[in-house]
Each structure stands twice: as C-alpha cells, then as structure tokens.
C-alpha cells in the first residue's frame, strides 16, 4: 500500500514560479512511477508528466513542456513538480499517483494510488 500527500501549492501570479512535492509512504515507492495530473474547475482530471522508478525516463503533457519539471529522490520517497512560467490555465488541483509496472504514464487508470490533491491557483 502507498499513500500519497501533495504540498506547495497556492496563489502566484501570472508568471510566476511554484514547486509541489509529493510524500510517498510505503517501502515500495522507489519501485513506482510517478505521476502528477491536474483538474481544473469544470474539466476532466488530465495528464500533466511523469517519472519512471529508476528516473530515467520522464514525459510531458504538450502544454507543459518547457515549464514545468518533475523530479524524484527515492532515498526521501518524494517527487516534485517545478512549475515555471506559470499562465492562468495552469489553474487546477494538482494530484500525485502512483503505481508499479506502469507503461503508459499518461494514462490515470493505470495508476492505482493517488493523493488528495493540491490547489494552484495563477492569477493574470
């Protein structure tokens, strides 16, 4: 079993810079992918990247690419999500999941644990 707990979001203007980290428990996390998806305020939750076990192989919505950078340090069972440039369309609640042997990262059923969620929120 792995829970998940995401952190760092808030407020920050167009622009702007924030960093989500999310806490895994479980001896398994190093063994997992890793994912972080969004859903904004009347849209369906959607893929935003994510980072294979070993951390060698990363991938990136479209509409992130270039901004944003996720990250995992297996020794403190966390990964982080370096949001950069932010635009007021990156205005969601940001989820981490996570599950084993997963191939199709940008795919949300194939990940059976997931945190509650985080809010960002860009202001223009």
């Known amino acids: 079993q792995v829970q998940l707990v995401e952190s760092g979001g808030g407020l920050v203007q167009a622009g702007g810079s924030l960093r989500l980290s999310c806490a895994a428990s479980g001896r398994t996390f190093s063994m997992y992918t890793m994912g972080w998806f969004r859903q904004a305020p009347g849209k369906e939750r959607e893929f935003v990247t994510a980072i294979t076990w070993s951390g060698s192989s990363t991938a990136y919505a479209d509409s992130v690419k270039g901004r944003f950078t996720i990250s995992r340090d297996s020794a403190k069972n966390t990964v982080d999500l370096q949001m950069n440039s932010l635009k007021p369309e990156d205005t969601a609640v940001y989820y981490c999941?996570?599950?084993?042997?997963?191939?199709?990262?940008?795919?949300?059923?194939?990940?059976?644990?997931w945190g509650r969620g985080t809010q960002v929120t860009v202001s223009s």
């Open positions: 999941a996570a599950g084993p042997f997963i191939m199709r990262l940008a795919t949300q059923r194939d990940y059976p644990y």
